[in-house]
Nanobody, 123 residues
Framework: QVQLVESGGGLVQAGGSLRLSCAAS????????MAWFRQAPGKEREFIAA????????YYADSVKGRFTISRDNAKNTVYLQMNSLRPEDTAVYYC????????????????WGQGTQVTVSS
């Protein structure tokens, strides 16, 4: 079992920034593709961004392209989500996920999930 722990969520004003972190257990972090998803109340879990094993390949949902940046530090077993120009519609619980095979946009393809961290964007 791989444990993923998100942190860095909180309350921020519209137009502001937050950086989320996801710390992974184990020494095999670099073999996993990683992704961020979010889920607002009453809505389905939504793909945000994914990153390949080495960090050289990234993929973003249109809703966050140009505002959010996914990155990883394999030496620290950590993946990040830098969120800029935040909007109230970005309010959600943000989850990180790990895939042992490839980076996908479907949540069903991911093997491990964190517990989530709340992001609230106010006006």
């Amino acid at each position: 079992q791989v444990q993923l722990v998100e942190s860095g969520g909180g309350l921020v004003q519209a137009g502001g920034s937050l950086r989320l972190s996801c710390a992974a257990s184990g020494r095999a972090f670099s073999t996993y593709a990683m992704a961020w998803f979010r889920q607002a109340p009453g809505k389905e879990r939504e793909f945000i961004a994914a990153i390949g094993r080495s960090g050289s390949i990234t993929y973003y949902a249109d809703s966050v392209k140009g505002r959010f940046t996914i990155s990883r530090d394999n030496a620290k077993n950590t993946v990040y989500l830098q969120m800029n120009s935040l909007r109230p519609e970005d309010t959600a619980v943000y989850y990180c996920a790990a895939s042992a095979r490839y980076l996908y946009v479907s949540p069903g393809e991911y093997d491990y999930w964190g517990q989530g961290t709340q992001v609230t964007v106010s006006s």
